[in-house]
């Protein structure tokens, strides 16, 4: 009874989350804007520079920018939650008989399938600009379910912020200091072999590298650390997760 | 057994806000029970104890025996809740908010469609079911939470200010809803208002809650009848001074309000009336108006504070209101 709800309720915080946008589709192509420039206009640009040591410039920031999108949409999904904050819903969700545990892992997936359809878009704009792909069926699958498995944690990680920051402004002063350097300390934009030590550094803490290395191994068919990237992404997923449960009463407090 | 049970409940928010001071409720299973005191009396703050949101900082409740804080699951599977604010998915439709709810509320996939929609009947929603909640009237939003809030069949409903903002029509509307169904399935109700009519028309029992201590409780004839007297209200042409030592002569108390109208505490007014108007023409004051008027939970309020339960109840509403508004536009 008790796991029969939780998955039922963990399914139920999806639904209405595809419902919503269902309603208002709007918001996919209004998203989709920027990451196309960063493909279109700066991988294009970027690419005629051989500077980075990488062979096909087009194809290999896809999958960055694939990631830099859509973690960029699930941090971003707190702010959802300080309104329902706002509003009497997590009140009431959180008087219901609903674990607390479903609340966090049902957003969290919620807010990932919310930002997944950024791989889509940007795959498909950086292929129409001329990046190359492995034409596997399996492995662009596989990408797909990467991008929500990997931004699951970085949605719980925003609900973890809303939890502790409690109002707009404080909530989106915290995400607009980390997503920046999120994406630029990472491998998202050029290899981790030709940054400074410092840097070089932070990237190799920072799981979007690892998320960005899976996806590039994937699409682009280039030498992955598969076990040690899905290793660590668990861990953070766990990690994020574990706390944003134990933390979300405080939302309402 | 009884619905609430709290005893010495104590909060207090960080910064040392006391919220609440002690306070000890009992709620009759099967009644309809309202806390009533202005904003800040410590209403939400015990309703969201109850509701196992927040911890008490000490004393204990319960609910149906189940200590909230130590069987908060037990609990929720209990109550249904509305909140003050407004707690729906408004860029979801109003059978998609309830087709949610039902999921999470466990109500078996085969019943689903039944449960929905006799409750948005019910609560005579069935047309605008598949209307965005942004574009619900007041009125309609709160019978949406509450039939919701009636999804899981609860032992115990409470409701934050179930009324607050609302036009005179959709308040009497909600409240007719509540009562039938009440009416048919024994729920307990417990209510949270600062409207003393409401408290006064809809509840069994009420109590007064001030600064965060209980101040009185009971059916609201007997707290009305616990201070004593209804009113007597008259004003007289020119000066009042001789009607004055005329009632105080009589062994009346008088006291005179901001409009120049004396007021006359009395137990019996309908009997009291004609004698005081009979009196004073007798000594040539002109009685230009004059009407008994019935003690109400506000009187009993000031007597036992000092102060009114509505003070600043025109801000307030319209600050509700503003984010209904705020809502509806979706912005």
Redesign the interface.
Known sequence: ?RG??SS??I??MV??EI??LM??PSEIVARAVQPILWIVVFGVVMARRVLLGVEDYRSFIAPGVVFQSATFISLAYGIMMVFER????L????????PRSSIVIGRALAGSIRASTQYVLVILSAFLVGAHFKTNALLLIGGYLTVIYVCMGFTALSILIASLMKTRERFMGIIGAITMPLFFASNALYPISIMPTAIKIVALVNPLTYAVDMLRGMLLGLQANYMIDLILITAFNILVIALSIKLL?RI?? | MFAIEARDLVKVYSGNVVALNGVDIRVEEGSSHAILGPNGAGKTTFIRIITTQIKPTSGSAKVFGYDVAGHAASVRRLIGYVPQEMSLWTDLTGYENMLIYSKIYGIEPGSRRKVIEELLELMELTDASRRLVKTYSGGMIRRLEIAIALMSRPQLLILDEPTIGLDPRARMMVWEKLLAYKKESNTTIFFATHYMDEADRYADRVTLIDRGKIVAEGSPSELKASIGSDKVIIKVQGNTNEARAYLLDNGYSVETNGNGELIIAAKNPAYVLPRVIEGLYSRGVVVLEARAVEATLDDVFIKLTGRRISENEHGRVREVLSTRRAIRRGS
């Open positions: 009874m029969k709800l039922a309720s399914l139920a639904e209405m419902r919503r309603h208002d706002e509003s009497g819903i009140k009431r969700l959180l008087s219901t008989p609903i009463d309402i407090e």
